[in-house]
Every structure is written in structure tokens, then in C-alpha cells.
């Protein structure tokens, strides 16, 4: 196993969602800013792009542990010794053939991937469960008016973890889609028609992004909370 800097513990290959994904390899690793070293990108050979060079220790920890467990990824799937550059778009760079997600939240980060010639998309979202004051404040930014109306009839304890949903897993829609359509969209083009506590959740677009995926395609994606934060993910088959 390739050696990790002190700021990221062992990277752990458990998969956390209810569905795994055939042929894909999924790792993830805790990291702390407060143990990132000032020469661990040169040392474990993660070349840092100046925007990464300029940001502060969090940036730059979850930057690094983000593309650390997408090159060990890399490697399981295909021997590949390769870290994504950050595109024009701000997405990863992925070599032609493969499909891949990097995510990170506060001391969290994970990366999946897979063959294109079996997953033509993924996309991988984490998020901390947002408060119950603070998702009634951002409902209205980030559901659609028929969201907002199916979550009125549920109890308001569910409404956190609704709202959070909603947000990450329109996210992980937009990596799974946006390298195929190539055309940006936003948390009003797709909707969350239902969800289910045992991880699964089933979104519609709003929009049409391209001659395949128009307006009322639908699409399965999966989640679950671990430690307080949500993992959501969106796999489109070959």
C-alpha cells in the first residue's frame, strides 16, 4: 500500500452505500489540516495547481487527501499511477477511458471510479447533515416549488435531512451528467421524486441538457449517513 502523510489516516476500501457498484473501486480517508506538512504534496508526489499553492491548510488537506485516494483508486482498477488535474471546469481530469468522482467534506474525502465501457458516469457528493434552522433557511435556494410542496407534509424532523439530500444528490447528478452532455445545470433543472430511508432516491430532469437526456428522464441515485454527514452517488450504466 503506497505510504500516506501524517494528515490522512489508512485509506479505507468499506463500500458505505446500500448498493454496490460492480467493477468500480471506492476508498476514502479521514484527514486533520492541523497535520498537513509543508512538503507533503512534493513528498508524496501530488503536483499542487497554484489556486490549491494559494488556499489555506483545509483547502489544500482536502485537496491532497481527495487526490491521493483517486490515484490509489487508479491504481486498483488499472494500474494506472495518475493524479486528475483540476479541468478548465474545475472538474477532475480523468485518463479517456475512465469515469470517476472525488468528494470531500470536513475531514472526509473519497474518490470513486470505474470504466467508462461499463459506467459512462459517476458522481460522488458528501455533505455535513445541515441543522434543522439552517435547512429551513435554504430550502427555498435549493428545492423546486413541487420539492418544497412534497416536504410539507412531512414531519419536520425529516426536513434536515430532506434538504440535505436534495442538495448533494442534485450535486452528484450534475458530476455524473455534466462530462456526458457537457453543458452546465443547476439545482432547479432536476427534482427529487421520491426517496426512501433505506438509501435510495429517484430524480427527474427539468431540462433538456441533450437529445438523450431531456426533460423527464429519470435517473436512481443512492445515499447514507455516516457520522453525521450524507454520501450520495449517481452511476450512469453503460
Not at 152 to 163: D, N
Request: with cysteine; glycine share 8%; charged share 20%.
Amino acid at each position: 500500500m503506497t505510504p500516506l502523510p501524517a494528515c490522512c489516516t489508512p485509506l479505507d476500501a468499506h463500500w458505505p452505500l446500500p448498493e454496490p457498484l460492480p467493477g468500480t473501486v471506492f476508498l476514502g480517508t479521514r484527514f486533520d489540516p492541523a497535520l498537513l506538512a509543508p512538503g507533503d504534496f512534493q513528498q508524496y508526489a501530488v503536483p499542487p495547481p497554484a489556486s490549491i499553492q494559494r488556499s489555506v491548510a483545509k483547502r489544500q488537506a482536502e485537496f491532497l487527501a481527495g487526490r491521493l485516494c483517486a490515484r490509489a483508486a487508479l491504481q486498483q482498477l488499472d494500474h494506472l499511477d495518475f493524479i486528475p488535474a483540476i479541468g478548465e471546469d474545475r472538474a477532475p481530469v480523468w485518463p479517456g477511458h475512465i469515469s470517476g468522482s472525488i468528494t470531500h467534506s470536513t475531514g472526509h474525502a473519497a474518490a470513486i471510479v470505474g470504466h467508462k465501457a461499463q459506467w459512462r458516469g459517476l458522481g460522488m457528493d458528501l455533505e455535513n447533515l445541515l441543522s434543522l434552522e439552517r435547512a429551513e433557511r435554504l430550502a427555498g435556494e435549493i428545492l423546486t416549488a413541487d420539492e418544497m410542496q412534497r416536504m410539507a407534509v412531512l414531519p419536520r424532523e425529516q426536513m434536515a435531512l430532506l434538504v440535505t439530500l436534495t442538495f448533494s444528490v442534485k450535486e452528484s447528478l450534475f458530476k455524473a451528467l455534466y462530462p456526458i452532455v457537457q453543458k452546465r445545470f443547476y439545482f432547479e433543472h432536476a427534482e427529487v421524486v421520491e426517496w426512501s430511508e433505506s438509501g435510495t432516491v429517484r430524480l427527474r430532469l427539468l431540462t433538456d441538457l441533450s437529445s438523450e437526456w431531456c426533460d423527464g428522464a429519470e435517473l436512481v441515485g443512492q445515499f447514507a449517513v455516516v457520522d453525521g454527514q450524507l454520501l450520495s452517488l449517481v452511476a450512469v450504466g453503460a
